[in-house]
């Protein structure tokens, strides 16, 4: 299908960005990579009457350390992502979870910040976010305000974005030292998620002294496994204690059925899944 009419506009600033999704509210688009706006837009799913790229917006791209944290311009690739040191350094999961987006050619095109906002509860980055503390910087015409990721992402496809607002950056802590993995299930090769975990443990002595899961496509947005964490604290990073301590991953998540999968299916993929992230990153 042919989208319907729409304006164009490519501001080279986020200020100009922000007036034009003031002047048009609801009625805007953004234009971030466009790997998963363009096929909404061709399949009149939305049906914006104006559309704003912000690929000519170089504020907000590039990833640089400040402090304690790594900050992720929200125009910066998935490409881009992958290969920096300082996230494979610092977000390991982060790096992991990228790795495994769609394929080459949408990672070259599509942006870290335009997943985010995408609000897919089947994407792979939003359960990362949460898992490990990331904060969405967000700027609008009242000025710039920081959301957390467990703030941020409200529903299907809905986050804590006002209509006039755009994501600028991502704040993620420095993770250094913790080992991780994203694992995931999907039937075709380079499909959304059935169900991911994206998991990041920090061992000492052969035990698990921390862990933080995030569970993908468990809900109608990411869900922390709060259960998992709090039973591998402490426990040896063996199987068979790794595998117990999955049995609590479904454990506060609503999981849907749809044509991939039946709920039951969900939870029991997220148990297995959980169980391999953590024993990978534990092993690791």
């Known amino acids: 299908m042919i989208p319907a009419q729409f304006e164009y506009v490519a501001p080279s600033t986020v200020e100009e960005a922000v007036a034009a999704l003031a002047e048009f509210g609801d009625e805007a688009k953004v234009l971030a990579g466009g790997q998963s706006l363009l096929p909404v837009l061709r399949m009149r799913l939305a049906d914006p009457q104006l559309l704003v790229d912000l690929g000519r ?14 900050v992720i311009g929200a125009m910066t690739t998935h490409h881009d992502v992958l290969r920096d040191p300082l996230v494979r350094q610092h977000a390991e999961l982060i790096a992991l979870a990228t790795r495994t987006v769609a394929d080459p050619q949408v990672r070259h095109r599509g942006t870290f910040g335009g997943s985010l906002a995408h609000a897919d509860p089947a994407g792979d980055l939003p359960a990362p976010a949460l898992a490990l503390d990331a904060e969405m910087v967000l700027v609008g015409p009242s000025g710039q305000r920081t959301v957390p990721a467990a703030e941020f992402f409200t529903d299907y496809f809905t986050t804590a974005l006002e209509p006039a607002e755009l994501l600028v950056e991502v704040r993620v802590p420095k993770w250094t030292g913790w080992r991780a993995h994203y694992e995931k299930f999907n039937r075709v090769a380079q499909a959304w998620s059935i169900v991911g975990v994206a998991a990041a443990v920090r061992v000492a002595d052969g035990r698990i002294a921390e862990a933080r899961i995030g569970l993908t496509n468990m809900g109608p947005t990411p869900v922390r496994a709060t259960g998992v964490e709090q039973a591998l604290v402490g426990r040896p990073a063996t199987p068979e ?13 609503s999981p849907t059925a749809d044509a991939s999968a039946d709920v039951d299916y969900r939870s029991h993929l997220a148990e297995v899944l959980t169980g391999r992230a953590v024993l990978t990153a534990a092993s690791g």
């Open 57 to 70: 917006v170089e504020d907000v791209r590039g990833i640089r350390e400040d402090g304690d944290a790594l």
């Open 241 to 253: 204690a790794i595998r117990e301590a999955a049995r609590h991953a479904a454990e506060g998540t």
